[in-house]
């Protein structure tokens, strides 16, 4: 499972021989650092909203949150917050490949909306992919508790986090899993997941593009 992995295992885990990380970069997946997770979720609502205005070619992500307020925040630190976090998150700034492929793939498929959001932030939140093998190893009935989270997180970052900045870390990434399905309810128990095309073509371009092709 992830927490006996270590970091440079886990690169192994996430990236196939054919790896080359400018094209990774290029495309849109964030190879380092922190992430959205660190003070936010999938932040789904607010996604489908920017979606369902149109591709990426033809839209000001940012005049769109911060001038026309689009997102309904109250103030303008709370819209400033949740463009950075949804810039960090989905590439709503650049819009990357990634982001291109993904609003194409949303608008056109609203019932795989939470898991094509899922592979993104995967994609684009080095900290969410610690957790990833702690959840989908877990077998279906079975619960998952931040507590395992934050030590799949603290083994590949041993240091790193405050226990409190863990445990916060560790809720918003099981907050993220029950938003895309794979948890349920308070207890977070591991549910299984139905797949849609949408979906499986999102996954083969991401893995391709992470050298498994």
Request: with cysteine.
């Amino acid at each position: 499972m992830a927490g006996n992995l270590s970091a440079h295992e886990m690169e192994h885990y996430w990236y196939g021989p054919g790896r080359d990380d400018d094209r990774s970069m290029r495309f849109g997946l964030r190879l380092s650092g922190g992430g959205a997770h660190q003070s936010k979720t999938l932040m789904l609502a607010e996604t489908s909203i920017l979606v369902n205005l149109g591709s990426a070619e033809n839209l000001d992500f940012r005049a769109k949150i911060l001038e026309e307020n689009v997102l309904g925040k109250a103030t303008t630190s709370g819209r400033e917050s949740v463009y950075r976090n949804l810039s960090s998150l989905y590439g709503f700034v650049n819009s990357p490949p990634l982001t291109r492929a993904f609003i194409k793939l949303a608008k056109a498929d609203v019932k795989s909306r939470p898991l094509l959001a899922l592979l993104v932030a995967l994609a684009r939140d080095p900290l969410l992919r610690e957790t990833a093998e702690t959840v989908v190893a877990r077998p279906v009935g079975q619960f998952v508790q931040w507590p395992d989270l934050a030590q799949a997180i603290d083994s590949a970052h041993p240091g790193r986090f405050s226990d409190k900045m863990l445990r916060s870390l560790a809720q918003n990434c099981a907050s993220t899993w029950t938003q895309a399905g794979h948890l349920e309810g308070r207890k977070k128990q591991r549910k299984r997941v139905d797949t849609t095309p949408a979906v499986a073509a999102l996954a083969a371009l991401i893995a391709a593009v992470c050298g498994f092709s």
